[in-house]
């Protein structure tokens, strides 16, 4: 058999030069978020057109000559035009106005009512999946009883009992949303508890609030945002849905399902009242529910390329 020599063989790779082209650079979890949610141009347009709807309804109200909540009754059902981009009402009142007034008091519900879902829902839930046993029972027992009671029994209650209005409709949609948060966080808790690290902080004395808030919390963030995200178009639908039925907002004050409900009723006779706000309130739907749908893929470690 022939001698093996060095010389009849090449090491390829071994150059210092090509050494950042073949050793992949180090990102940290968010930063490989981010940069697998900007290839999702989907997602990146969706996150746009919210941050371009969302400075409409705070600046466009603050920037007009017109007030959202007094018309000219000389100027009423105008149609669009140079002066009155989306129209005037039946009390001649400007519906561009209305409709970005309407938008911005939307999106505070839907973003007030998200955010106390994802304190009150964390903190119920994770406290209920590390403890267990028979208090993570009778925790879920209480979620169960809040869920068979539908959110429009809840309003109707707390209608009668601390009158309609904005606050009202926020607590109502609270009451009856943390639960499924609740839920969430707990079966996240139930399969991170047992992992090495939360034994290894056990084991050096870390209590029960720091091993919640500092480990396994954390390690749940990503399910939590997606969950937020699709939770804030949900309780815009429901205010929507509220006050197209009576039960929301009340005038002089504009949200964009009690404008929808107004445009309804002159439909047949100036349907344009109804399409802007129409228009508004599916764009936002549509762009949260592209927009999270993005959001979950590129925090999903799973899909890490």
Request: aromatic content about 10%; cysteine-free; proline content about 3%.
């Given at each position: 058999?022939?001698?093996?020599?060095?010389?009849?063989?090449?090491i390829e790779g071994k150059r210092?030069?090509?050494?950042?082209?073949?050793?992949?650079?180090?990102?940290?979890?968010?930063?490989?978020?981010?940069?697998?949610?900007?290839?999702?141009?989907?997602?990146?347009?969706?996150?746009?057109?919210?941050?371009?709807?969302?400075?409409?309804?705070?600046?466009?109200?603050?920037?007009?000559?017109f007030d959202y909540r007094t018309?000219?009754?000389?100027?009423?059902?105008?149609?669009?035009?140079?002066?009155?981009?989306?129209?005037?009402?039946?009390?001649?009142?400007?519906?561009?106005?209305?409709?970005?007034?309407?938008?911005?008091?939307?999106?505070?519900?839907?973003?007030?009512?998200?955010?106390?879902?994802?304190?009150?829902?964390?903190?119920?839930?994770?406290?209920?999946?590390?403890?267990?046993?028979?208090?993570?029972?009778?925790?879920?027992?209480?979620?169960?009883?809040?869920?068979?009671?539908?959110?429009?029994?809840?309003?109707?209650?707390?209608?009668?009992?601390?009158?309609?209005?904005?606050?009202?409709?926020?607590?109502?949609?609270?009451?009856?949303?943390?639960?499924?948060?609740?839920?969430?966080?707990?079966?996240?808790?139930?399969?991170?508890?047992?992992?090495?690290?939360?034994?290894?902080?056990?084991?050096?004395?870390?209590?029960?609030?720091?091993?919640?808030?500092?480990?396994?919390?954390?390690?749940?963030?990503?399910?939590?945002?997606?969950?937020?995200?699709?939770?804030?178009?949900?309780?815009?639908?429901?205010?929507?849905?509220?006050?197209?039925?009576?039960?929301?907002?009340?005038?002089?004050?504009?949200?964009?399902?009690?404008?929808?409900?107004?445009?309804?009723?002159?439909?047949?006779?100036?349907?344009?009242?109804?399409?802007?706000?129409?228009?508004?309130?599916?764009?936002?739907?549509?762009?949260?529910?592209?927009?999270?749908?993005?959001?979950?893929?590129?925090?999903?470690?799973?899909?890490?390329?």
């Amino acid at each position: 058999m022939a001698e093996l020599s060095k010389d009849k063989f090449v090491i390829e790779g071994k150059r210092t030069s090509d050494a950042e082209s073949i050793v992949r650079p180090s990102l940290t979890y968010w930063a490989d978020a981010w940069r697998r949610l900007k290839t999702n141009k989907m997602a990146i347009t969706a996150m746009v057109i919210l941050i371009i709807v969302t400075l409409f309804a705070i600046f466009a109200p603050i920037l007009s000559e017109f007030d959202y909540r007094t018309g000219d009754l000389l100027e009423v059902n105008r149609q669009p035009d140079a002066e009155h981009w989306f129209g005037t009402d039946e009390l001649g009142r400007d519906l561009y106005v209305r409709v970005w007034e309407g938008t911005r008091i939307s999106l505070f519900i839907g973003i007030v009512t998200a955010m106390l879902n994802f304190t009150i829902g964390v903190l119920y839930g994770g406290i209920s999946g590390y403890v267990g046993g028979n208090i993570d029972n009778i925790m879920m027992r209480i979620v169960e009883i809040l869920f068979s009671i539908p959110y429009l029994l809840w309003v109707i209650m707390l209608t009668t009992v601390m009158g309609s209005g904005l606050f009202t409709i926020i607590v109502a949609l609270s009451i009856a949303g943390w639960g499924g948060m609740a839920r969430l966080v707990r079966g996240q808790i139930l399969q991170i508890k047992e992992m090495e690290f939360v034994m290894a902080a056990k084991t050096l004395g870390a209590d029960a609030g720091r091993i919640i808030t500092k480990h396994l919390i954390p390690n749940t963030i990503g399910v939590i945002i997606i969950s937020v995200t699709f939770a804030i178009p949900t309780a815009i639908f429901a205010e929507a849905f509220l006050s197209f039925i009576g039960l929301g907002i009340k005038v002089p004050y504009a949200s964009l399902g009690s404008l929808s409900k107004d445009g309804t009723r002159m439909l047949l006779v100036h349907p344009y009242q109804l399409v802007f706000p129409s228009i508004v309130i599916s764009l936002i739907m549509l762009s949260f529910q592209i927009f999270g749908d993005g959001l979950r893929d590129a925090l999903d470690p799973r899909l890490r390329q």
